[in-house]
């Protein structure tokens, strides 16, 4: 007993000198829920649901079509890429807010290859996020094979197979079943020495682990809006291009938006050389005004400090788990390593569906990924150390009586 008290009281400590400790307050988080999935879905700021209610209520409501001027609709996908940018390591004139993570990868692939047109492959790792691969499949079917080849293979791989017939090197950073952190710097540094170019996936990593994309000299990346920077459902995503291509690149979905003058509706497309190029149609104001509004929370703190925490919390999970003999049935797949973890864990089990169902029942909200993992998002703004301690004693509790076993828990619903 004296040594659970000794272990009780310093998560307490953990938390009253937590420096984040006060981002938690800017949450409307629900009561008697842990929520463990803040790299999915982002929850909600009280400044964002305020934010919202003046878009429609004061904005649209009231100055309607004037407000693309008077309250600057017009200007967000810059102005919220500028917020974005200092985050992933950008100076200015390189970000923009638009679309999906899904489309701006269609418009960075086929821009990459607009600038490396001598070859065609562009090689991913096997087990990246679906859509990267499916949006390259497309890329891939349109222009033909003899113009653009989809190559595969895993992430203990990637290096000896940068070679001189690879176009484009498309990764995701942190592989969103393990978490396992591929290294930006020394995978770009070698994929430049074959005059490869690359585009990183940042949707596991922006707002969770420091990147310096200028300084590492990447080329192109995209991230999401909805995970760490609760952004809310279906927020908007952000795309990166350095400078140094912005003048040569082409990119095929050239909207009206995306115009050097859209306002000039000349019946021929020609290109900003500014970032600007990247917009296609008219941007999704509401979504974008909440997630410009929820960016404000990063304003005063560094994407550090959110690391720092974020591995502390990865931390004293897995200990947690490890301290409890009845949940050794779980098979860890995220690297022990710091640098080698992003900011989820996730164990393997053949019931991680039930269990997952069963830790929701209980109010702590993790997800499940195909086939069998069980998957834990640590959002270091609005999570506490104790949060920590009371998920594993739940998961101890589902675990060792059993309760995934339950009919109840068992049944697929349609967003697993
Ligand atoms: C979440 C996620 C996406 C999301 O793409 P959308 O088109 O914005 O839905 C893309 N890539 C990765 C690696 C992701 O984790």
Same mark, same amino acid.
């Given at each position: ?38 790299? %999915? ?60 993570? %899904? ?37 891939? $079917? ?87 920077? $609760? ?11 350095? @400078? ?146 009371? %998920? ?10 059993? @309760? ?13």
């Amino acid at each position: 007993m004296p040594q659970i008290q000794a272990s009780l009281s310093s998560i307490a400590t953990m938390d009253t000198s937590d420096p984040l400790a006060n981002k938690r307050e800017a949450f409307q988080l629900p009561k008697n829920k842990i929520y463990l999935d803040g790299n %999915s879905l982002g929850p909600m700021t009280f400044a964002a649901k305020l934010r919202a209610e003046k878009v429609l209520a004061e904005q649209w409501g009231d100055d309607l079509i004037t407000s693309w001027n008077k309250h600057q609709w017009i200007d967000l996908p810059e102005i919220i890429g500028e917020k974005i940018a200092p985050l992933i390591g950008a100076a200015e004139g390189q970000v923009i807010c638009c679309d999906s993570v %899904s489309i701006n990868l269609f418009k960075v692939l086929a821009a990459a290859l607009s600038l490396n047109t001598k070859r065609t492959k562009i090689l991913s790792q096997s087990d990246n996020f679906p859509t990267d691969l499916y949006m390259t499949q497309g890329l891939q $079917n349109l222009l033909g094979r003899e113009r653009c080849e989809l190559v595969t293979v895993t992430e203990d791989s990637i290096i000896e197979s940068l070679d001189d017939s690879i176009a484009v090197l498309m990764l995701t950073q942190v592989n969103f079943r393990t978490g396992r952190v591929l290294d930006i710097q020394s995978i770009t540094q070698a994929a430049k020495e074959k005059g490869i170019l690359v585009i990183w996936d940042l949707a596991h990593s922006a707002g969770a682990i420091p990147v310096k994309l200028d300084e590492w000299q990447v080329d192109f990346a995209v991230g999401c809006g909805y995970k760490y920077f $609760n952004g809310g459902p279906g927020a908007p995503a952000f795309v990166y291009v350095a @400078k140094r291509h912005l003048c040569d690149l082409e990119q095929p979905l050239s909207g009206w938006m995306g115009h050097r003058s859209p306002f000039d509706f000349s019946p021929d497309y020609e290109k900003p050389s500014s970032i600007k190029q990247f917009l296609c149609g008219t941007p999704s104001v509401i979504s974008m005004s909440v997630l410009d509004e929820s960016l404000n929370l990063f304003k005063d703190i560094s994407i550090e400090m959110i690391r720092q925490k974020s591995l502390a919390l990865t931390d004293l999970f897995i200990q947690k788990v490890k301290q409890n003999d009845c949940l050794n049935g779980l098979k860890l797949i995220t690297p022990l390593e710091h640098h080698l973890r992003g900011s989820q864990i996730a164990y393997c089990h053949n019931d991680a569906y039930a269990i997952c169902q069963a830790l929701i029942a209980q109010g702590i909200i993790a997800d499940f990924r195909a086939p069998n993992i069980l998957r834990f998002g640590f959002s270091p703004l609005f999570l506490r150390f104790k949060d920590i301690e009371d %998920s594993v004693s739940s998961l101890v509790d589902v675990i060792e009586n059993k @309760k995934y076993l339950q009919e109840e828990f068992n049944k697929r619903l349609a967003v697993t």
